[in-house]
């Protein structure tokens, strides 16, 4: 499989089967976020959903057969997208709310490129890739997307409580006041002024959701996982117990400058340092 010199493709959209034969030629078998399609297939089955993906990436230009050896050619932009993909050791799962609606997507990164994988609205099977530029200018465009306010209050301590409290908490916001839900933070973190602060953005979020930090360590993916509110005033970063057997959460003022350095930080962190 060669590639051509040069593309004008700037959305690069394939169907699960497409991404995953493209992936599986450039060798990857570790597509985040993306079930085999084809788990089940006898191996006659998939040589003839190869033909029929074949045909379909022909169509829709992604891939070029050459007319004297009949090699087939694959685009720059789609190789660079399905093996950033597919290949890269870092990335990132991002889910969140906005303005009442969701978003939900997987970043790779390189040191050069970052591609975010994402399912296409209405077209389940789908997958939209496409290139947010360097990790720098991606950060930057996901948190603007996420809308992190830019207001940078004073300083508060960390405040740790029960992470089954504070979902209780979270989970019942609607209609109450912002003093009632001060109150209830206060009861588990003794801390009245930073409980107040909390509950001021709480109360007036503009958008929430959870990321995953990912490491491929070889054999397996290493993950670190953050959850975050965000208005206009102020956002909090939450990190949480996981195992069943604790429960903790522990959140943070953050100023968006400091979120982009914390990506920053993780998303370039060369190989092999990722336990701190």
């Known amino acids: 499989m060669l590639t051509v010199h040069d593309s004008k493709q ?14 599986g030629i450039l060798g990857s078998d570790r597509l985040l ?11 006659e089955d998939i040589a003839l959903e ?8 022909l169509d829709k230009g992604y891939l070029i057969q050459d007319q004297d050896s009949n090699e087939l050619i694959m685009t720059p932009t789609v190789f660079s997208r399905v093996a950033i993909a597919g290949l890269s050791d870092r990335a990132c799962w ?10 939900e997507s997987y970043v790779h990164c390189t040191d050069e490129r970052v591609v975010e994988v994402s399912r296409v609205a209405d077209e389940p099977d789908s997958f939209r890739l496409s290139d947010l530029g360097n990790v720098r200018e991606a950060i930057d465009f996901l ?10 209050p004073a300083e508060k301590p960390a405040l740790m409580c029960s992470k089954k409290k504070f979902y209780d908490v979270m989970n019942d916001l609607k209609n109450k006041e912002l003093q009632a839900v001060a109150d209830e933070l206060v009861q588990e973190t003794s801390d009245p002024e930073g409980a107040l602060a909390l509950a001021r953005c709480l109360v007036n979020k503009e958008s929430e959701g959870e990321l995953r930090l990912l490491v491929w360590n070889g ?3 290493k993950s670190q996982s953050a959850a975050f509110a965000a208005s206009t ?12 057997s604790d429960d903790w959460l522990v959140a943070a ?15 370039k962190q060369p190989a092999g340092e990722e336990e701190r």
């Open 143 to 152: 948190i603007q997307r996420m809308n992190w306010s830019g207001h940078s």
């Open 253 to 267: 003022l953050t100023t968006r400058e400091q979120f982009h350095e914390m990506l920053l930080d993780w998303l």
């Open 94 to 103: 991002i889910r969140y709310t906005h303005s009442g609606k969701s978003y």
């Open 50 to 57: 190869w033909e029929r993906v074949k045909t379909s990436l």
């Open 219 to 221: 054999e397996g993916w």
């Open 10 to 23: 700037k959305v690069v959209t394939l169907q699960i089967k497409e991404l995953f034969f493209l992936a």
């Open 33 to 43: 976020g993306v079930e085999d399609p084809f788990r089940g297939y006898m191996a």
């Open 233 to 244: 005033v102020s956002n909090w970063l939450f990190r949480m117990s996981t195992a069943a």
